[in-house]
């Protein structure tokens, strides 16, 4: 490795943006996250208690992740064509600012007086349009880690920040929310928030500067994207593996049907939600600092085999014993931790290797890649988890008696079934061989901070 490459690596003072600038990043994603934990934990108990049924909710989720199959790809291509003269990614982040939390609000506003028929229809119509505004959010907001600054420490100290000011406002919207929700109602609460994520989300697009963009003169088509994800291999295996883990785990699905009906009230979401939140605060604190001694990949391993060990033990030991339960659920989040913030931080590792490998940086169909992927995390548990419960005899409305199959079926969907995803996922991990000091040398090749030449005799071998 030269001299000047090992410099850029070990020099972790080396910053690219401005102070205010990496703060913006993280209050932006803190507005996202009021918006992500408050609809994510409350809007299935909200469409289920105004009458809507689990398999009608469940139908809800899935037909939005079939338009995000045609949405996200469409919303990338138009990224890495934009160039407007106020920026590639900066003029979608203001229009979502407002459109995001409008269209939350918008999903809290089904009148409980009208038709079922009429609910439902409500509820796939705001739920798309709160699904088009998640997408100028998302793509942008993660495309703009890969076009602020070309180092690696960089991107992880933003999006570790990101992760802990996020983290912070779950917790702090997981303890007040069923509060606000049981006292306020839906609609208010919503309101309220929306507002509250609004504020945050404006300092990033007030104080962000795009430094590194798409440098392809010609125009991006659609056979370019296709050869791009291709060609990119480590973006198929990352973002492969991290769907198939995150899927499948149905925890925060079913948070709230939890805590309802294992563990006797709404508020104990609170309790949970600390237990699962806190853990991950502190690892994104720490991990700058982790991941200066180890590569993240290795981590993220660390933190998948973790959680599944510890979701087995949780399992084990049930939850009658509350106190045992809550410190296995403790043990089990600084895992969980891991791999949260962990999965979040390797596309821009596929953005260098894929200008590396093609000579087109595509940020914007990486990121388009990325936010697909989360957000099938997040409604696809959902959707599934519903059917689930629907088939054990899950009953709807507000105060609705559970039978023990549908109780027992909330148990397993919360504690066990991470585990199915890390068994499917692990394997596939394994074909992934890309590290941080590999990512290191081609970003500096791709800035022109040396040459390619020498970055591929460094990497000979390697990938």
Same mark, same amino acid.
């Given at each position: ?46 469409? #289920? ?12 989720? =899935?037909? &939005? ?27 979608? =982040? ?15 506003? $089904?009148? %409980? ?33 890969? &076009? ?14 990101? #992760? ?80 198939? =883990?995150?899927? #499948? ?30 853990? %991950? ?22 933190? $998948?085999?973790?959680? #599944? ?6 399992? =084990? ?9 809550? $410190? ?6 600084? !895992? ?35 936010? !697909? ?11 599934? &988890? ?18 023990? %199959?549908?109780?027992?079926? $909330? ?53």
């Amino acid at each position: 490795m030269s001299k000047k490459v090992r410099g850029m690596i070990m020099d972790n003072k080396l910053f690219r943006t401005s102070g205010i600038e990496r703060w913006g990043f993280g209050l932006f994603m803190a507005g996202q996250s009021v918006i992500n934990t408050f609809a994510g934990s409350f809007l299935p108990l909200f469409l #289920t208690n105004i009458g809507i049924t689990a398999y009608a909710v469940g139908v809800l989720f =899935l037909f &939005a992740r079939v338009w995000d199959a045609v949405n996200d790809p469409i919303f990338g291509a138009i990224l890495d064509r934009t160039n407007l003269k106020s920026g590639k990614f900066l003029p979608f =982040l203001r229009a979502a600012n407002v459109m995001l939390p409008v269209t939350v609000v918008l999903m809290f506003a $089904i009148p %409980s007086g009208i038709a079922t028929g009429w609910k439902i229809l409500w509820a796939f119509v705001s739920y798309l349009l709160f699904d088009i505004a998640y997408t100028m959010c998302d793509v942008p907001i993660f495309a703009m880690t890969s &076009a602020v600054t070309d180092q690696v420490h960089e991107r992880i100290n933003i999006m570790s920040r990101n #992760t802990v000011l996020s983290t912070l406002t779950a917790i702090v919207v997981a303890v007040a929310g069923p509060g606000l929700y049981s006292s306020l109602g839906p609609l208010p609460t919503a309101v309220i928030l929306s507002i509250v994520a609004a504020f945050l989300m404006f300092f990033m697009s007030r104080y962000a500067k795009e430094r590194y963009v798409n440098k392809d003169e010609e125009e991006v088509t659609l056979k370019s994207m296709l050869d791009y994800v291709k060609n990119n291999k480590y973006l198929r295996i990352g973002f492969l593996g991290i769907m198939i =883990l995150s899927v #499948t785990s149905m925890t925060n699905a079913v948070i709230t049907y939890f805590a309802v009906n294992c563990l006797g009230n709404l508020g104990m979401v609170s309790v949970l939600s600390l237990f699962i939140a806190l853990p %991950s605060l502190v690892m994104g604190v720490l991990m700058p600092v982790l991941t200066r001694k180890f590569d993240k990949f290795h981590l993220l391993m660390v933190g $998948i085999i973790g959680q #599944t060990v510890m979701s087995v033990v949780c399992f =084990l030991a049930g939850y009658e014993n509350q106190v045992l339960f809550f $410190i296995l659920l403790g043990v089990r989040g600084i !895992f969980f931790g891991i791999q949260l913030i962990l999965q979040l931080q390797f596309t821009g590792d596929f953005v260098e290797y894929g200008e590396f490998v093609t000579g087109k940086r595509l940020q914007g169909t990486a990121y388009s890649i990325q936010t !697909f992927v989360f957000k099938f995390m997040n409604a696809v548990p959902g959707a599934v &988890a519903m059917f689930i419960l629907g088939a054990f005899g899950f009953v709807s409305g507000e105060g609705a008696v559970q039978p023990p %199959s549908a109780i027992n079926a $909330i148990w397993v969907l919360f504690i066990l079934s991470p585990v199915i995803g890390a068994l499917i996922s692990l394997p596939i991990f394994a074909k992934y061989k890309l590290r941080d000091k590999m990512v290191q040398i081609m970003a500096a090749a791709n800035s022109g901070d040396i040459t390619r030449e020498e970055a591929q005799e460094q990497l000979a071998g390697k990938l």
